[in-house]
């Protein structure tokens, strides 16, 4: 599967953005969709979580009531708004084919990541 991550960009602290996460390759009709973000000199750090046929989400505390995970199956595609956005937000944004909010899971196998979309909250 191949992921490609879009929308990222400089926006004010309070601002809003929408990342994109395109999936190609698919070899089975649903998967989880992870997103994930590594800020410079930390850990990787599991933000979302959309899971395959039924939809459920699932987000870590520090976005939990900003982000909001979401998906369109017809375009392969799964979207990560982000409103009310923070400079502690500023990080490189990943989606992934497996999930992890929390502690950090080691990358399943079978697992593939996109190239990542840089985000930046600052005036």
């Known amino acids: 599967v191949q992921l490609v991550e879009s929308g990222g960009g400089l926006v004010q602290p309070g601002g809003s953005l929408r990342l994109s996460c395109a999936a190609a390759?698919?070899?089975?009709?649903?998967?989880?969709i992870g997103w994930f973000r590594q800020a410079p000199g930390k850990e990787r750090e599991g933000v979302s979580c959309?899971?395959?046929?039924?939809?459920?989400?699932d987000y870590a505390d520090s976005v939990k009531g900003r982000f909001t995970v979401s998906r369109d199956d017809a375009k392969n595609t799964v979207y990560l708004q982000m409103n009310s956005l923070k400079p502690g937000d500023t990080a490189v944004y990943y989606c992934?084919?497996?999930?992890?909010?929390?502690?950090?899971?080691?990358?399943?196998?079978?697992?593939?990541w996109g190239q990542g979309t840089q985000v930046t909250v600052s005036s």
């Open positions: 959309i899971s395959g046929s039924d939809g459920i989400t």
């Open positions: 390759g698919l070899t089975k009709d649903y998967y989880a």
């Open positions: 992934a084919t497996f999930c992890s909010i929390g502690i950090m899971i080691p990358t399943p196998a079978d697992a593939d």
